[in-house]
């Protein structure tokens, strides 16, 4: 947890003042639990929020800026409220400066404000530090908005994590998926979430550790490849898509085929790479379900089983893990007391997420650290988190 008082400290030596105005909200990070590279496939997922969060301290002011600092940045952008399209070159502030766009032309009223960023969410290593910092952005102004109005009702934060998607589409131009802001604002303490994408219908499903932590293993490789082959497997499912709708017209998403459909009629695929992409898929997705059962049982062993079938499956089928993924993968299950890992967020690099008993976390960091290192030349870090509540206003 941040330190407040050390970050309102802060606050006040750039911006000046004392500590009477200052609001803080706050919004996490997340981790996939199971369900990859479905979601552009009108999949299920299954995320939690983690405990790693961005932290966004705030103080209303005059006129039309909205002025930027993070406590890990020297740069100090300014967003012209009158001109918020101007911000969409900044190296840092562009998302802030998105959200705040998207919600001015969808009728919210824009606060001047100064704010100081505090991100805890790793970048670059597939937890969404993006979507952190673009909900608690959306939920601050949304906040303001509806003060500046008068207005009583709550914020809905359904709302807010399709307006920080839409700022990263059409400000950012990412084309990302909504599983991360949703996760971002939607997260529940001690649960993950059941998400349908093709529909955004959702339910908690208690995630019991039952003596057990989630350890996030972050591989500190880059990247480099998950854009080009993202965009390869979504062709792919594409293809494969078009030719499984000879048997099911009315199907717009490889979600809409069951396993046992797909089994009986798999061979429609002609290109062997397409046929393993949706195979993956529909598998991952039966995955999911079954993980939800497992949970919903008490069956924390069996979720570790299909974690680990899920990587595997990543692995083997959708060609999207690497050696860097695979290697922190094997060391982890070598580990007595493992039950689970697997790799999490688009792929070729970032995190892995495992499943580990609270008696051995000390000897699961050391030997998967000396291992990985050794192996790759890499030194590793790992979070250990639980499943957290998403987006708020934390009052101090």
């Known amino acids: 947890m941040p330190d407040y008082n050390e970050l309102k400290r802060k606050f006040i030596e750039i911006y000046g003042g004392d500590e009477s105005d200052i609001r803080v909200f706050t919004s996490p990070g997340r981790v996939n639990m199971i369900g ?85 969410v790793p970048l670059g290593a597939g937890l969404s530090s993006s979507a952190a910092i673009e909900v608690v952005m959306a939920l601050m102004l949304a906040t303001f908005s509806n003060e500046a ?48 994408c093709k529909d955004l219908s959702y339910k908690y499903v208690p995630l019991d550790m039952k003596g057990y932590k989630i350890v996030i293993g972050n591989t500190k490789k880059k990247r480099s490849l998950a854009e080009s082959k993202y965009n390869e497997r979504c062709e792919e499912c594409a293809k494969a898509l078009e030719q499984l709708r000879q048997i099911k017209p009315e199907a717009t998403c490889l979600r809409d085929f069951a396993v046992e459909e797909f089994e009986e009629n798999k061979l429609l695929i002609k290109d062997d790479v397409c046929r393993m992409r949706a195979e ?47 290697t922190m993968v094997e060391e982890s299950l070598k580990i007595e007391g493992c039950i689970g890992s697997r790799m999490t967020g688009a792929g070729f690099g970032g995190c892995t997420v495992s499943i580990v008993k609270d008696d051995v976390l000390d000897t699961f960091i050391s030997q998967v650290k000396e291992k990985y290192t050794s192996r790759t030349g890499i030194t590793p870090e790992f979070y250990i988190s639980e499943p957290s509540d998403g987006g708020r206003e934390i009052k101090l």
């Not at 109005?149 to 084309?175: H, P, R, Y």
């Not at 997705?285 to 499956?313: N, P, Q, W, Y």
């Open 149 to 196: 109005n008068d207005k009583k009702n709550e914020i809905d934060m359904t709302e807010i994590a399709k307006l920080s998607q839409k700022a990263e589409n059409i400000f950012c131009g990412v084309s990302c998926g909504i599983m991360d802001q949703f996760a971002s604002a939607m997260g529940r303490e001690g649960h993950a979430i059941f998400l349908d």
């Open 280 to 326: 993956h898929v529909i598998y991952e997705c039966d995955r999911v379900l079954k993980s939800v059962e497992a949970l919903t049982s008490g069956d924390l062993e069996e979720f570790g089983k299909l974690m680990t079938g899920s990587h595997i499956s990543l692995r083997d089928l959708y060609e999207v893990t690497g050696m860097h993924l695979d």
């Open 36 to 120: 990859e590279h479905t979601d552009y496939n009108g999949g299920f997922v299954f995320p939690a929020a983690i405990m790693q969060s961005s932290t966004l301290l705030v103080r209303k002011t005059k006129g039309d800026k909205i002025r930027l600092a993070a406590t890990d940045l020297n740069d100090r952008p300014v967003i012209d409220i009158s001109n918020i399209e101007e911000c969409r070159s900044l190296k840092w502030g562009n998302y802030q400066a998105g959200v705040a766009y998207v919600m001015q032309n969808a009728g919210y009223t824009i606060v001047p404000c100064d704010i100081l960023y505090h991100d805890e």
